[in-house]
Each structure stands twice: as C-alpha cells, then as structure tokens.
C-alpha cells in the first residue's frame, strides 16, 4: 500500500504572528487555559475569571495591536495547521521584571494537538529570537505538571524555588512557580 489511501501528513508552520492570527490566538488560549488550568479546587468559574479581560472583545482588540506593533525585544510566533491556530509562543529578550534575562512569556498548543512536537518546533524558532547571552525565565502553575516535566527533562529549564500566590474568584489559590534556563553561551 502506497501512501494514497492516508491521510495526509500534517504541514505545521511556525510563523510569525500577525493582527490577522489574534482572533485564533484567543481561540485557542481559551480552550487552553480551561483544559489545563481547572483542576483540584479551581473551577472552571475561576479560570473563565481569570482569563476574562483577554477573552473579551477589549482582549481581542489590545492582543491585535499587541501583535501589529509588538514591545521591544517580544516576538510572537503561531504555529499553523493550513490557516488555523494550532500553537502560540510569545517570547520576549527583555525579560519587564529582569531585563537580564529572557522571558517565555507564554507557549500553548491546542490540547487536541498536545504531543506532536508543535510545542517543540514553537520553542526551537521561539530561541533563535532570544539573547543568547542570558538566562531565559518562565513562570508556571505548580500543579501542571506535564508543562513542568518538558521544561525539566526537555528544555533545560530548572525550578529556582521562586514562587507567587494569586487569589482566584471561588478563593482558590493559583501557585506559580519560577524555572529558569541557563544561558548556553559563555
Ligand atoms: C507544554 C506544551 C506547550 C508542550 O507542547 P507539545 O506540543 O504538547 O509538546 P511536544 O510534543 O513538542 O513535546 C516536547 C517534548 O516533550 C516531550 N513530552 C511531551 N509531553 C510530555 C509529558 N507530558 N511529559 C514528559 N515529556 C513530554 C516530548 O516527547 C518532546 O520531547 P523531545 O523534545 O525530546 O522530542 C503543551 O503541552 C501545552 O500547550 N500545554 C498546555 C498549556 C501549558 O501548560 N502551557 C505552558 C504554560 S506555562
């Protein structure tokens, strides 16, 4: 048997992203954050909360100006599946509470799509955009612990014992925590 009767091979592209992504980038964030982050004593109530300014048509608004003039030093990145989001990366080589270091401000697959090395592919292009020289930070929640484990025994990245508390709606706490990636120059 040839490969006619298969379907074909997914052609994922990692691209920059554009005003035009910010609709499927938010899409895409919702259906995230609520297959990751309801769990123990967080509600689905709590993150919908949570995440209510982005999710909002104000939300939308600001990430398309985000994404037509980004910050200095941030690159956003989508992975894309034909036109539709799949993945999202932002990164930025001014880390706003370090400027030392580099920030992986956020990294989110679609969950129906977790596992196939988009995260991977988002990650790679996402570090040639960073600043070699420095360290590179990211803030997690505690209790996710698959992001947790492909930062640990995949990316490098090592938990520095930093942590923040955040009230959610129902008085759930979200615990975050720090990890950090050692420059790999120098
Ligand atoms: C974390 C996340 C971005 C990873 O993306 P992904 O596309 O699912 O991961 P990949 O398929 O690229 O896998 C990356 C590597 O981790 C491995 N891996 C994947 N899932 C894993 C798991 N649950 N535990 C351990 N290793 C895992 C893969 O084998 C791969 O290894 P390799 O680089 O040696 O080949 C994605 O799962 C996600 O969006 N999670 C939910 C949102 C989230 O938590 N984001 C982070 C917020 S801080």
Redo the contacts with the bound molecule.
């Keep these: 048997m040839g490969r006619d009767n298969m379907e074909p091979i997914a052609q994922i592209e990692i691209v920059p992203a554009t005003p035009s992504n910010a609709k499927g980038i938010q899409d895409l964030m919702r259906e ?1 954050v609520m ?2 982050y309801v769990k123990d004593d967080v509600t689905e109530d709590d993150v919908m909360d949570y995440y209510k300014g982005e999710q909002s048509p104000e939300g939308l608004e600001k990430l398309t100006k985000e994404l037509t003039e980004p910050e200095a030093g941030v690159t956003n990145l989508v992975a894309k599946d034909k036109s539709r989001v799949v ?1 999202y990366c932002s990164v930025s080589k001014m880390n706003p509470d370090n400027p030392d270091q580099n920030l992986l401000t ?4 679609l ?1 129906s ?10 990650w790679e292009k996402a570090q040639t955009a960073l600043d070699q020289n420095k360290d590179t930070v ?4 505690e209790n ?1 612990t ?2 947790i ?2 930062y640990e ?2 990316w490098g990245f090592a938990k520095t014992g930093k942590r923040k508390e955040k009230p959610m709606k129902s008085g759930a706490i979200r615990k975050e925590i720090e990890m950090v990636r050692q420059a790999q120059t120098g």
């Design positions: 995230s297959a990751t993945g956020r990294i989110h697959v969950p799509r977790k596992g196939e090395r988009i995260g991977k592919s988002l990211l803030w997690v929640v996710n698959s992001s484990d492909v025994q995949h």
